[in-house]
């Protein structure tokens, strides 16, 4: 089954302490992107990635890291987490080409609290 | 800047009317336009897109929207509500920068309740 996989789907945690929120998906995409949806503000892009060991700034970068060693994942990364940072987390992908109307596949989501 | 309004946060409907949920856009280029649907505790799932061509788009679940180029809008509708289209929906808009695929931009949502 094509899908984005993000794991954990809950996680609590306490300020400063590290954590990786991972999403892989299985439809050879190019594109990847992170973005977190809060109550009121919709959603909000964190980062992006056009392929492998391409990854660029969204609107919302500050607090976080990610990577793209492989097509199939694009782990979201927190080095020192933040209250501010609790949300609702959702990684999604598409293929990438000139025509612009691939649609994004969601993952479920990851609901971090920081304590 | 590119811009995606969502004016209603809800849209209350009881089941078997039509219902229609309003998007409007503000982007210089040429818009690709896409609503979603998020249901409780899910991922956001794609329910239709305009690109070019007919104004009248059909999508999934019996949805459609019609985008409308002097009034920059591109609103979802359904002729009957059913009680499971209660969700979350999303408008967002794609606009391309030279040669590179464009990000999406979402409006805010609208929480859309039917009551039986």
């Known amino acids: 089954e094509a899908q984005v996989t993000q794991n954990p789907r809950y996680l609590i945690t306490v300020t400063g302490k590290k954590l990786t929120v991972t999403c892989s998906q299985n439809m050879n995409h190019e594109y990847m992107s992170w973005y977190r949806q809060d109550p009121g503000l919709g959603l909000r892009q964190i980062y992006y990635?056009?392929?492998?060991?391409?990854?660029d700034k969204g609107d919302v970068p500050e607090g976080y890291k990610v990577s793209r060693k492989e097509k199939r994942n694009f782990p979201l990364i927190l080095e020192s987490p933040s209250p501010n940072q609790t949300s609702l987390y959702f990684c999604?992908?598409?293929?990438?080409?000139?025509?612009?109307?691939?649609?994004?596949?969601f993952g479920n989501g990851t609901r971090l609290t920081v304590t | 800047a590119q811009s995606v309004a969502q004016p209603e946060d809800q849209v209350n409907v009881a089941e078997g009317n039509p219902l229609t949920v309003k998007c409007t856009y503000s982007?210089?280029?040429?818009?690709?336009l896409f609503w979603y649907v998020q249901y409780p505790n899910r991922g956001l799932q794609f329910l239709l897109k305009?690109?070019?061509?007919?104004?009248l788009v059909k999508g999934s679940y019996g949805f459609e929207a019609e985008f409308n180029k002097s009034q920059t809008s591109f609103h979802l509708k359904k002729p009957s509500a059913l009680v499971s289209d209660s969700a979350l929906y999303f408008c967002a808009v794609r606009v391309h920068y030279g040669g590179s695929q464009g990000n999406l931009i979402f409006g805010k949502g609208t929480k859309l309740s039917v009551k039986p």
């Open positions: 982007v210089s280029g040429n818009p690709y």
């Open positions: 999604a992908s598409s293929l990438l080409g000139h025509s612009y109307n691939s649609p994004l596949h």
């Open positions: 990635s056009m392929n492998v060991e391409v990854t």
């Open positions: 305009y690109i070019t061509g007919d104004n």
